[in-house]
């Protein structure tokens, strides 16, 4: 089994900042794109940012140039830093992952159980 296990959500002031962090565990062969997505209230969810084991990155408009993905392959985890945070910002943020269990079967996505995030004064 796997499990993708974020922290570091929290409430902040707008124009703050906060990092999330996703770490994968349980019987991993390897990973390939890590991510995340967000869902706020009455909206569907949707791309935050994405990386690849190459660590390439991908970021939704809304968070480009204030949100900055990375990750730590040693150690299978991702990090999303929030920089000049937004009340529209506010969501749960869910960590996702592609990871392949062993070489016998090909990657399945995985999901975090989310981490609310709230930009309010």
């Known amino acids: 089994q796997v499990q993708l296990v974020e922290s570091g959500g929290g409430l902040v002031q707008p124009g703050g900042s906060l990092r999330l962090s996703c770490a994968a565990s349980g019987s991993i062969f390897s990973i390939y794109g890590m991510g995340w997505y967000r869902q706020a209230p009455g909206k569907q969810r949707e791309l935050v940012a994405v990386?690849?084991?190459?660590?390439?990155?991908i970021y939704a408009d809304s968070v480009r140039g204030r949100f900055t993905i990375s990750r730590d392959n040693a150690k299978n985890t991702v990090y999303l830093q929030m920089n000049s945070l937004k009340p529209e910002d506010t969501a749960v943020y869910y960590c996702?992952?592609?990871?392949?269990?062993?070489?016998?079967?090909?990657?399945?996505?995985?999901w975090g159980q989310g981490t609310q995030v709230t930009v309010s004064s």
């Open positions: 990386i690849t084991n190459e660590h390439r990155e």
């Open positions: 996702n992952a592609d990871i392949r269990t062993t070489i016998r079967v090909p990657a399945s996505d995985y």
